[in-house]
């Protein structure tokens, strides 16, 4: 088994998280690796506002290609690394695809949903539970969405002094 460190990975869904940011969605990035190769099966960045779709956050969306990457619905074995806490809906979905390990950089207190708010894996009702790993390159993944939210109400403030 070849076993990459959990950094190397992290610094992949990075660089997911910094594409979307240049297109304008929140830089939130995540990648499906296959720990028996060490390869990364499937890499994506949020893109809920350019693809008109609420349930295109990024572990979703990496979901959907490991799936088709691997013509099953299911993803037995395989790691997500993802930049942010993941949601109530992105929990649900690492459950249904059976995700063996999810490792995540940032908590989300606001919107997580694993070790935060609704702690989905420890509910009775859900069927399947990854191994978690969390603060992988936390400060760098939450410092990206600082930055980015900084930037954007910079520029809201600046829209609303230039308005007649």
């Not at 499906?32 to 893109?47: C, L």
């Amino acid at each position: 088994m070849t076993d990459a460190p959990d950094n190397t990975f992290m610094q992949a869904a990075l660089q997911q998280a910094q594409a979307a940011a240049a297109i304008g969605e929140a830089p939130i990035g995540a990648v499906i690796v296959d720990p028996a190769t060490g390869e990364i099966v499937a890499a994506a960045h949020n893109s809920p506002i350019g693809d008109n779709d609420p349930t295109a956050h990024a572990e979703i969306m990496a979901i959907r290609m490991a799936a088709q990457k691997l013509g099953n619905y299911r993803l037995p074995g395989l790691h997500l690394y993802v930049t942010l806490e993941p949601c109530a809906m992105c929990a649900g979905a690492i459950s249904h695809a059976r995700i063996a390990r999810l490792v995540y950089g940032a908590s989300d207190e606001k919107g997580g949903a694993i070790d935060s708010g609704a702690q989905f894996f420890t509910q009775k009702t859900c069927h399947w539970r990854p191994d978690v790993v969390s603060g992988i390159l936390a400060e760098e993944s939450a410092e990206m969405l600082r930055s980015f939210f900084r930037e954007r109400r910079k520029a809201k403030a600046a829209e609303k002094t230039i308005a007649p």
